[in-house]
């Protein structure tokens, strides 16, 4: 493609060099840079692309997209912009062909409840004979090839080469995560959604937005970017102001609650370890439902699935059976089988709301304690430290506290801020500072009829430590410890 066809609608400050160019492809990593390739130059939070300008010409491109000045090789055209992380969507879409609108893309957003919630939708489209692409926490989907995901929402760049390959893929929708992050950080700039849903909002992240409000209004943005539909949890404070905010915009906005009033909601809400079961009211319609995965979160979680079915077209009879054999979602409240007469429940709760709700609806069944297994990772907010303590002290009739992923940061301090929130007098919790020894004395010293959450890393199988990723998985480590007891 041409340079002066993906410069198309950006606002350029300047250009030296060829704009008649031949781009082959686009790239902000210069790691991944090859002959033809658009090198764009973003300043980051730890490095800065236009250091790596060298190198990326060495291997072969020849454009640059800039915001600084630079030196000027004789060979190379150098388009300059007032911020080329903004502008690098615009490119990525321009190269792409504009893919995001050449299919359907529903997008959620909110702390907790996005990965269940694309996963149900990719489940319920899959089962309507739909090809369906999936962006989120756990993995990307394509339509035809699966890989591990790296983060929630991909950069610009690699979110429209994905959404490239859905389209080439026969695609005929996408199901994604939209975090905070990248709206924020204009990944999805250039992405239309037919679709945005969001679930909840606790603190989170705010080592980042700084400000729950300033977290708010980053996920309000996806709501300024849908065509057909909202879906707003007005149950939740930040959902109701985002409501407020939304509702007047040319886009439908609709609601699902419990507590309020609201479009989609659910009555005689009844949940025991095989599921939960409950009274959809719809706007059209009255339906008994069960879906096998317990707690009131997934009755959130089914009743936003349920609203974009219904804005989509889908059958209620496809979406409610669908729901009804779902085998639910991998590290969200997932069951760990044996034979001992524990119950073992791996979750990725790294939210004090998270936390909360997982424990209150393990112990709906717990028959004898209920045993909570967690930590806090380092790099990240620490002020959700005590407040997790507390949380799992008080909802739990033992907890160990224990690493999660601490990054860079010295466990022991991690450790220290979560034990600020508990209540020393109460002798109900114990520090275990090796998680695979934590789980292990855990499941070791319980009793049938026990529960047993492991919460934090769900569906991760690494742990960090420093740096480096090593191979740790909860649910592996959960089996291990099982399978050696007597």
């Known amino acids: ?19 008649d160019i031949e781009v082959l492809n686009v790239e902000y990593d210069s790691r991944k840079v090859e002959e033809g390739t658009l090198f764009i130059c973003i300043k980051g939070f730890v490095s800065d692309g236009h250091k790596y300008i060298d190198s990326a010409y060495e291997k ?85 090839n699966e890989v591990p995901s790296n983060s929630t929402t991909p950069e610009s760049v690699d979110l429209q080469k994905i959404f490239k390959r859905m389209v080439d893929n026969g695609c005929d929708c996408c199901a994604m995560e939209v975090s905070s992050h990248s709206l924020e950080l204009s990944r999805v700039d250039d ?22 409000e300033n977290y708010r209004k980053a996920k309000e943005k996806l709501f300024h970017k849908t065509t057909q539909a909202n879906i707003i949890n007005v149950d939740d404070e930040g959902g109701r102001k985002i409501y407020e905010s939304i509702k007047e915009l040319d886009t439908p906005c609709y609601t699902y609650g419990i507590e ?89 709760a790294h939210t004090p709301d998270a936390l909360e709700n997982v424990l209150n609806t393990a112990r709906e069944f717990v028959e004898g304690d209920l045993v909570a297994v967690f930590g806090c990772g380092g790099d990240r907010d620490s002020e959700k430290r005590p407040l997790m303590g507390g949380i799992g002290q008080r909802l739990s009739d033992r907890c160990i506290i224990t690493n999660d ?3 860079t940061e010295d466990p022991e301090l991690i450790i220290k801020d979560i034990l600020a929130g508990l209540d020393e007098s ?28 492991i919460a934090g890393k769900g569906h991760e199988n690494y742990q960090i430590l420093g740096t480096v990723k090593h191979h740790f998985d909860d649910k592996e480590v959960a089996r291990e410890v099982l399978d050696s007891l007597k």
Do not use: W
């Open 60 to 144: 072969g491109a020849r454009v640059f997209l800039i915001q600084d000045d630079v030196d000027f090789k004789e060979d190379c055209t150098y388009v300059k912009v007032g911020d080329t992380r903004k502008t690098m969507a615009k490119v990525a879409a321009n190269f792409c062909e504009h893919p995001a609108d050449k299919f359907d893309v529903i997008g959620v957003t909110g702390t907790n409840g996005k990965t269940s919630i694309t996963t149900f939708i990719n489940e319920i489209l899959r089962n309507c004979n739909k090809k369906v692409g999936l962006i989120g926490t756990i993995k990307i989907f394509d339509g035809d």
């Open 1 to 19: 493609m041409k340079l002066n066809h993906i410069l198309e609608g950006i606002e350029v400050l300047s250009i030296v060099g060829n704009e």
């Open 405 to 407: 992923n601490p990054r």
């Open 260 to 348: 309020h009033e609201a479009d989609f909601t659910a009555k005689n809400i009844k949940s025991d370890a095989s599921g939960v079961a409950y009274t959809l009211v719809t706007p059209n319609h009255t339906e008994e439902i069960f879906i096998p995965v317990p707690g009131k979160f997934t009755v959130y979680n089914t009743l936003a699935v349920i609203a974009a079915c219904e804005m989509l077209g889908i059958d209620k009879e496809d979406y409610l059976n669908s729901l009804r054999n779902t085998g639910g979602v991998a590290g969200r409240f997932e069951t760990v089988p044996n034979d001992k007469g524990i119950s073992v429940i791996v979750d990725y």
């Open 426 to 453: 109460n002798e109900n919790y114990k520090v275990v500072m090796d998680r695979k020894e934590a789980i292990k004395e855990a499941i070791e010293s319980a009793k049938k009829g026990d529960v047993i959450l």
């Open 191 to 212: 992405t239309n959604f037919k679709i945005g849903i969001f679930t909840n909002l606790t603190p989170d992240h705010l080592d980042f937005h700084k400000t729950l």
